[in-house]
């Protein structure tokens, strides 16, 4: 490759990898529709807050939790899960100082369909990652990723991930998804900056279509015509 092509094509690489598609927030979802490989359709709704609670003032309120969706790898997708800073909570992070608790919890759905004849289904694994955290002291944060009827995924204090397999018979729904957010200061204190859940899906295409009576008719024709050939 000529040095000269290769800075454009990382840039181009490095902005398509980067793209996200923002989904509004908790409160207030956007179109949460996304395509994946031009394959498989996710949608994601119906997000509800279900629980909250806090000793000190870090509460988070559906508002204060905002959503993005990238595509990959593959036929995936992933929702991130950021903290928004607001007037009445201005923290950029999901957090809980010493002495302090912080947890919520939220709820949505998800479905998928495919973009061009064929059928699509969920397939293992689904993933929860705590992507950015920090904590001291003995703080500790910890995030769940709730499917109902599957084992739960839990990523825990440090940037890291987990995966767990879906319930059997999952198909092209999966209702009731959601996280759990538990974050505890002790004596020191935790952050936690962005968390995201993956899903992934596999695409199959559509059996091509039975040749009409007319094609049969055809072909017949052509092998007559070649048996009296071979007849002469």
């Known amino acids: ?3 000269q092509l290769l800075l454009p094509m990382l840039f181009v690489a490095g902005a398509m990898g980067a793209s996200a598609l923002s989904c509004g927030t908790v409160a207030s979802p956007g179109a949460c529709v996304l395509n994946a490989g031009g394959q ?4 994601f709704s119906n997000f509800a807050l279900a629980a909250n609670s806090a000793t000190g003032t870090q509460l988070v309120t559906g508002a204060d939790i905002a959503l993005n969706l990238t595509a990959g790898p593959g036929l ?3 929702l ?3 903290k928004i800073a607001t007037a009445a909570n201005p923290n950029v992070v999901f957090l809980a100082n010493a ?3 912080n947890s919520f919890s939220f709820t949505y759905n998800v479905a998928i369909a495919p973009l061009t004849p064929g059928s699509v289904q969920f397939i293992d694994p689904a993933e929860v990652m705590l992507n950015t ?3 001291s002291g003995n ?7 709730v499917i109902p009827g599957a084992p739960v995924c839990l990523a825990f204090s440090t940037s890291t991930a987990d995966s767990c397999n879906l319930p059997a018979g999952v198909t092209t729904s999966l209702p009731g998804l959601g996280n759990i957010v538990s974050i505890s200061g002790n004596a020191g204190n935790a952050s936690i900056g962005t968390f995201s859940n993956r899903l992934n899906a596999s695409y199959s295409a559509a059996p091509t ?3 009409e009576p007319a094609t049969y008719a055809l072909f017949a024709a052509g092998l007559a015509v070649i048996y009296r050939l071979r007849r002469r």
């Open 40 to 43: 498989v359709q996710y949608t």
């Open 99 to 101: 002495g302090n608790t």
């Open 209 to 211: 279509g039975v040749p």
């Open 139 to 145: 703080g500790n944060a910890a995030v769940q990723f």
């Open 133 to 135: 955290s920090s904590f």
């Open 76 to 78: 995936g997708a992933v």
């Open 1 to 3: 490759m000529k040095p």
């Open 80 to 82: 991130s899960m950021t």
